[in-house]
């Protein structure tokens, strides 16, 4: 990336404020719900409104989980299940290999354990089998006795398999959260529960696979015994839960709130061997401080990822219920080399990636389509990422394996990455996804084509102007407003994450009283003031603020989030720094 496109990047701040139509909204919050203003604004800009909204918000409750029988198809599912248990008729759960579908798989396979079923599992192979159902595996399952298939986080576009499913005489049921096709619709299956699906209300679209799996599991449980399951069960599903709706990167709001929340609550007290071996590994000690999502996305699930990028994903079922503490340790092992591999693996095809971004085709290029040959499969969707993140424009990573392509896409929140798709439906052996992130293959001479088509839709649909990775600031709030008591009031907002981001606050004209002080050449700490005086930290900061050339008596305008330092000897409130200007500048 070059110097000036770093440079816009960096200096575009966006304001996520409530609008003008909202004032009534914010002064009844601000009245009804005794909130301080900057709380109250954060609440509206996500959507809430009343005062019982915003109770619910602040103190998520196990209690306020939506009814699992409002989903459409939900009563169909349970009735079969319920069937295939007091028959003893065993059921096979056909899982994907990503951290949301094995904790999906986990989860229902617990769940109707529970109930005295006998459960089977299947999770693919990514690189044998590839994405999704086949054919194969449904006819081995046949063969040897099952007759009810539950598919989780896959299934709403396996529309071949799911015919092959009826031609082999199995009951499938598909648990899935991505978005169905408008053509042909929904998989030939006797019941499918997607609240993406045209029909369903159910309340919270937003699921992540886990969560559609949990919601079928919660049905099961709380018709089985209502109150063992709101009081024990569910509660202890809740870790599993938190770790896939972090990682899946849905809005950590409604629903998805109190998964997150109570889940991250549950995983100070992590029961299960595998659990426990696995945040060894992660180095993560639960006793010593409460877990955040940061802990989750960046610790816990890429190492549980690992087992799908680079080798067996199953193994991630049997770290989960495994019963021996020796074998969990073993199994957490390997998914600790696993993910070196997969970190080195990325690195490696990351250099030439970098390399090949100053390529005029992808300069002038506002979606990036870059391919190589032989590229591990299992790190492609991880470098999209570090492309969107490095360009600020939406990109897929292919690699070509055997005259076929594999493929993988982030995008940015201007550009809707799997319409993107659709207008290139033919080109694709399969495809499917979300908005933002998108899974595909086709065959390799086809790449080219689907540059060309990609590039051209890109050109049509996104402005200029909607490119970047702009700093979402949520109010502006002088130095001298910061206190306790709205740091304390910031922290109920937690837990932070997609939808419910960390609030960034900008202070305008703040001065900086001493000489900057530098730590490891990377990183800096400044002293601010503005009314009050604070310390405040930049990460990988320490360039940035030579370049400004800021020092004593520097006027800046400064985005910041609120942090307290526990040290004993100089804690207390401090500011990290999100982004720094020149006061003289228009940020």
Not at 10 to 26: M, V
Not at 47 to 60: K, S
Not at 129 to 151: P, T, W
Not at 363 to 378: K, L, T
Request: aromatic fraction near 6%.
């Amino acid at each position: 990336m070059s110097t000036a496109s770093a440079s816009l990047l960096r200096s575009r701040w966006i304001f996520a404020a409530p609008s003008t139509e909202d004032s009534a909204t914010l002064a009844s919050l601000i009245r009804d719900a005794q909130l301080p203003r900057v709380v109250a604004e954060l609440l509206v800009v996500r959507g809430i409104r009343t005062r019982e909204e915003a109770e619910r918000f602040l103190h998520p409750r196990i209690e306020d989980l939506p009814d699992p029988f409002t989903m459409l198809g939900m009563d169909r599912a349970v009735e079969r299940i319920q069937r295939a248990v007091a028959a003893q008729e065993p059921i096979l759960i056909y899982g994907d290999y990503d951290v949301d579908g094995t904790t999906a798989t986990v989860l229902l396979k617990t769940a109707i354990e529970r109930l005295g079923g006998t459960v089977r599992f299947h999770i693919p192979h990514r690189l044998r089998e590839g994405y999704g159902m086949q054919r194969e595996i449904l006819e081995i399952a046949a063969r040897e006795g099952i007759r009810l298939v539950i598919s989780v986080d896959t299934g709403i576009r396996a529309f071949a398999a799911a015919d092959a499913a009826a031609e082999l005489g199995l009951d499938l049921i598909v648990t899935d959260h991505h978005l169905p096709e408008a053509e042909p619709g929904m998989p030939r299956a006797l019941a499918v529960l997607n609240p993406n699906q045209p029909g369903c209300e159910y309340a919270c679209r937003h699921l992540c696979g886990a969560g559609v799996a949990f919601k079928l599991s919660q049905a099961l449980l709380e018709a089985w015994d209502r109150d063992r399951a709101r009081s024990k069960i569910l509660p202890s599903f809740l870790k599993m839960l938190a770790i896939a709706t972090v990682a899946d990167a849905v809005p950590l709001l409604g629903e998805n709130r109190i998964f997150v929340a109570l889940g991250l609550e549950e995983l100070r007290r992590p029961v299960g061997l595998g659990l426990r071996a696995l945040m060894r590994e992660a180095q993560i000690d639960a006793a010593k401080r409460p877990l955040t999502p940061i802990d989750v996305a960046f610790r816990l699930a890429p190492r549980i990822n690992a087992a799908g990028r680079m080798d067996i994903a199953s193994e991630v079922i049997d770290l989960f219920t495994t019963r021996e503490d020796s074998h969990a340790r073993k199994l957490a092992k390997k998914l600790e080399r696993l993910n070196q591999e997969r970190r080195d693996a990325e690195a490696a095809i990351m250099e030439e990636i970098a390399t090949r971004l100053n390529e005029p085709c992808f300069r002038e290029a506002r979606c990036i389509v870059m391919d190589g040959d032989g590229w591990h499969r299992g790190v492609i969707g991880i470098l999209a990422s570090r492309i969107v993140d490095r360009t600020g424009k939406p990109a897929l990573v292919v690699t070509c394996e055997n005259g076929e392509a594999y493929g993988s896409g982030r995008s940015i929140a201007a550009f809707h990455l799997l319409d993107a798709l659709e207008s290139c439906h033919e080109l694709f052996t399969r495809f499917g996804g979300h908005a933002h992130a998108v899974g595909f293959s086709l065959p390799s001479e086809r790449v080219p084509e689907l540059r060309e088509r990609l590039v051209g839709w890109a050109a049509a649909h996104l402005r200029e102007e909607d490119l970047g990775n702009p700093l979402e600031c949520h109010a502006e709030l002088p130095l001298d407003e910061v206190t306790p008591s709205l740091f304390e009031w910031l922290r109920r907002l937690e837990p932070f994450g997609m939808g419910n981001e960390e609030p960034i606050f900008v202070a305008r004209n703040v001065r900086v009283t001493a000489p900057p002080q530098f730590m490891k050449e990377k990183h800096v700490r400044l002293r601010v003031a503005q009314g009050r005086t604070f310390s405040a930290v930049g990460w990988n900061l320490a360039a940035r603020i030579r370049e400004l050339q800021t020092g004593p008596e520097s006027v800046v305008h400064l985005a910041y989030r609120l942090r307290h330092n526990d040290h004993p000897d100089f804690g207390g409130l401090e500011l990290e720094i999100a982004g720094i200007e020149p006061a003289s500048s228009s940020a």
